[in-house]
């Protein structure tokens, strides 16, 4: 079963520095039907203005994936963590018994990010920073994995959850397939290009909740780019 979600549904707030679109129940945005996806929490969409950002802030027993879109996140935490996280880039940030982190817009251009928070496996462990270049031109055909906590996918980014995060960037008239196992649930998001998933078609940053459908046919309308995560 495919559930469309289309962008102009997200909950919505724009606080001049921040334009916030939420595919899920956040901050003052409520909706009892979106508040979770199996164990996915949060799926914001989010565009920081140039030289602009959050503030020091702490979480903890969240698993927090920070995929940027256009521009460029800079991250420091309690830890002494310092980076930055390009287009193209992905950061992970383990949450555990705590942490304090700012993350800063300080380009001179708008930055355009997805932050997608998942529940972890277990609470208070240590906390951890990570990030990876995935330079969209050397990804190739299908999907590819960026993030993980599952079985296999060592070579990715690890985070602290049985989810898996890929992506995929596809010419128009170009297709991709991804397999669940059994059970297991998906939800997916262009941030670029138009595509359809199974018969369904899905514009830019609409999201589309997925279950009960072991394998996804993705055909791109025009030059997309698509990311997806699977969750148990």
């Known amino acids: 079963m495919l559930h469309l979600r289309p962008f102009a549904s997200l909950g919505h707030a724009n606080h001049g520095w921040l334009d916030a679109h939420h595919h899920f129940s956040f901050a003052e945005y409520y909706d009892p039907a979106r508040m979770h996806w199996g164990n ?8 920081i203005a140039a030289g602009s ?3 020091p802030h702490p979480h903890r ?4 994936i920070t995929y940027v879109r256009e521009g460029a996140i800079s991250h420091e935490d309690s ?18 018994s705590g942490i304090v982190h700012s993350e800063y817009n300080l380009e001179k251009v708008d930055t355009r990010i997805f932050q997608i928070w998942i ?20 990804r190739g055909e299908g999907f590819v994995t960026l993030a993980s906590g ?7 980014l690890q985070i602290r959850a049985d989810a898996r995060l890929v992506a995929a960037t596809l010419r128009a008239g170009e297709t991709a397939r991804y ?17 359809e998933v199974n018969g369904v078609r899905v514009e ?29």
């Open 40 to 47: 996915l929490r949060v799926w914001n969409d989010d565009l």
């Open 53 to 55: 950002g959050f503030p």
């Open 61 to 64: 027993d969240m698993e927090i």
């Open 79 to 96: 830890l002494g963590n310092k980076g930055r996280t390009e287009a193209g880039d992905v950061q992970v940030m383990s949450a555990g």
């Open 119 to 138: 529940i972890p496996e277990r609470v208070g462990a240590a906390p951890a920073w990570d990030v990876r270049p995935f330079p969209k031109g050397e």
């Open 150 to 156: 599952r079985s296999g996918d060592e070579q990715s």
């Open 179 to 195: 397999s669940f196992d059994e059970g297991r649930r998906g939800y997916l998001v262009p941030a670029k290009g138009s595509i």
């Open 204 to 232: 830019t940053r609409d999201g589309l909740a997925i279950e009960q459908e072991p394998v996804l046919t993705v055909t791109a309308l025009e030059d997309s780019e698509i990311v997806l995560i699977d969750v148990a």
